[in-house]
Nanobody, 118 residues
Framework: QVQVEESGGGLVQAGGSLRLSCAASGRTFDPYIMVWFRRAPGKEREFVAR????????YVADSVKGRFTISRDNAKNTVYLQMNSLKPEDTAVYYCAAKGTGYESYSWGQGTQVTVSS
């Protein structure tokens, strides 16, 4: 079983920055890909960014490109989402999903709230 835990959310003014963390753990967990999603109030879940663990290949959504960066710490099985130049429309619950090598499905965290005030 894989445990996924997000942290780092909070309240920030527009133009500010936050860094979210997502730690994945499990006895046999070998990360393959980790993904950030978000869900704003009244909206559908939205893809934000992903990283392929071994190749460090990253991809971020157009809506956050140039402002958000995804990275990982291999030793800690942790992925980060650095969010700069935050806008009120970035307000959402941010979720992390992790998929291990050989796993068929993603494991999800509980989410962390990000609120950007104008």
């Amino acid at each position: 079983q894989v445990q996924v835990e997000e942290s780092g959310g909070g309240l920030v003014q527009a133009g500010g920055s936050l860094r979210l963390s997502c730690a994945a753990s499990g006895r046999t967990f070998d990360p393959y890909i980790m993904v950030w999603f978000r869900r704003a109030p009244g909206k559908e879940r939205e893809f934000v960014a992903r990283i392929v663990w071994s190749s460090l290949d990253t991809y971020v959504a157009d809506s956050v490109k140039g402002r958000f960066t995804i990275s990982r710490d291999n030793a800690k099985n942790t992925v980060y989402l650095q969010m700069n130049s935050l806008k009120p429309e970035d307000t959402a619950v941010y979720y992390c999903a992790a998929k291990g090598t050989g796993y068929e499905s993603y494991s999800w965290g509980q989410g962390t709230q990000v609120t950007v005030s104008s």
